[in-house]
């Protein structure tokens, strides 16, 4: 398997542009997870989907930031308009459904997308 | 609510010396605990998983680490790092047997192995 890919793995844009980011998960996993990784915040979740539907979007810092899954093997998260604060790495996880042997709900991780808004 | 706390943000050690990175979680729930490795520029790796059963767990890579319930912690070792062990490493929770599929997440450990 591919593992979890992610698109792009880098992104410059000026403040005011928008920015999307993709992710195609794990085939035959269920669960997608999207984070943000800065040095002051650490790893945050922002969303997470279970069969295309989100679940959990607490995370989500405000209006600006949506995130999509049309179909079992695509996401997008999208930044409209973007600001300097949001550049940080994004990744993107999935996971298999539950119950799975052997499986404690790990996640598995995409390399990851670095966002810089100038 | 449940929490992870990693007590060291940086680990400095020579090449061949063990170590010990450490973690306690917080939670009122029995939980599944993991470790993941963070290379530079690259994505989070699972490390090792405890899910019930021995509390000495093993993962890839030489490393192991120890549930201790009653002091709720989870520390990783390895008797012997090389200089390709520098990363970050993140201690994460989660609920076991809920419908709570998020992990918590301390906030790492930077391991830097030094010659």
């Known amino acids: 398997d591919a593992g979890v890919i992610q698109s792009p793995r880098h992104e410059v844009t000026e403040m005011g542009q928008e920015v999307t980011l993709r992710c195609k998960p794990i085939?035959?996993?269920?669960?997608l997870f999207w984070y943000r990784q800065t040095m002051m915040r650490g790893l945050e979740l922002l969303i997470y989907f279970n069969n295309n539907v989100p679940i959990d979007d607490s995370g989500m810092p405000e209006d600006r930031f949506s995130a999509k899954m049309p179909n079992a093997s695509f996401s997008t998260l999208k930044i409209q308009p973007s600001e300097p604060r949001d550049s940080a790495v994004y990744f993107c996880?999935?996971?298999?459904?539950?119950?799975?042997?052997?499986?404690?709900?790990?996640?598995?991780f995409g390399p990851g997308t670095r966002l810089t808004v100038t | 609510a449940q929490s992870v706390t990693q007590l060291d943000s940086q680990v400095p050690v020579f090449e061949e010396a063990p170590v010990e990175l450490r973690c306690n979680y917080s939670?009122?729930?029995?939980?599944?605990l993991f470790w993941y490795v963070q290379y530079p520029n690259q994505g989070l790796q699972l490390l090792l998983k405890?899910?019930?059963?021995?509390?000495l767990v093993k993962g890839i890579n030489g490393f192991e680490a120890e549930f201790n319930k009653s002091q709720t912690s989870f520390h990783l070792r390895k008797p012997s790092v090389h200089i390709s062990d520098t990363a970050e490493y993140f201690c994460a929770v989660s609920f076991s047997g809920g419908s709570n599929y998020k992990l918590t997440f301390g906030k790492g450990t930077l391991l830097t192995v030094n010659p």
């Open positions: 996880a999935s996971s298999p459904p539950y119950p799975h042997p052997g499986w404690g709900y790990e996640q598995y």
């Open positions: 085939s035959g996993h269920d669960y």
């Open positions: 939670s009122s729930v029995s939980v599944y």
């Open positions: 405890y899910l019930s059963g021995s509390t």
